[in-house]
């Protein structure tokens, strides 16, 4: 096993995501050798909380080189596979996990609300709600370094042009630098998985006040 320490992150997570009243519908550990990297895919069905946010997904990624650092930081890993290959261990990294949140909004419960689908009225108002979208989360999460980006696709139709796949993207980085024993570790994503819990709500609320708005 290369990943004994994100196994047993994975592991932890597991268990205690089963806790909470969350619809996990997607819970799938990823492998790619060719570039020493593994990854945790995390789906939640948002249907029955949001008519709005149809879905989250957390993308949690690393790989052997922090699995080494990582490694060589916490006490009882001396015979951790990967400190026995020198090509992994470099004294300058940092074990850090990359997390990559997505929010997809349901754009057709906006398009409903539309007098009008002739034209490019549909791609307007999806792009006004992605604009107050913006402005809300900057208003109300001034405290957070949260770095976004929308991601969409446009088809067309006989009417105009309209926005798919209306999703909203960001990125964080949580360092591991600072423990030395893994249920530290546990404890620390837990908690942060709940923050991204919690602004999911907030995301869910504001898509909620600025529809009318958009349409």
Not at 113 to 123: A, D, E, I, Q, T
Not at 188 to 214: C, F, G, H, P, W
């Amino acid at each position: 096993m290369n990943y004994p320490i994100f196994s047993a992150i994975v592991n932890q997570m597991e268990v205690r995501l089963a806790r909470r009243a969350i619809n996990i519908d997607q819970f799938r550990v990823w492998n790619e050798d060719k570039i020493n990297a593994t990854g945790l895919e995390i789906g939640v069905n948002m249907a029955n909380r949001s008519n709005h946010v149809q879905r989250l997904v957390i993308n949690l990624d690393w790989d052997k080189f922090r699995e080494a650092s990582l490694a060589r930081q916490l006490p009882g890993m001396e015979k951790h596979p990967l400190l026995k290959e020198k090509v992994f261990n470099r004294k300058n990294l940092r074990p850090y996990l990359d997390v990559e949140t997505i929010w997809y909004f349901d754009e057709q419960v906006l398009y409903r609300k539309l007098k009008s689908l002739v034209g490019n009225r549909r791609m307007e108002a999806a792009s006004h709600w992605m604009e107050y979208i913006n402005a809300e989360l900057k208003r109300v999460l001034t405290k957070e370094n949260l770095i976004t980006r929308w991601h969409m696709e446009i088809e067309g139709d006989i009417d105009g042009r309209y926005v798919t796949d209306m999703s909203l993207i960001s990125y964080l980085q949580y360092p591991l630098d600072s423990f030395q024993a893994l249920n530290d570790i546990h404890g620390y994503l837990e908690k942060n998985i709940q923050l991204i819990l919690q602004r999911t709500d907030v995301i869910m609320k504001i898509a909620s006040k600025t529809l009318e708005k958009a349409a």
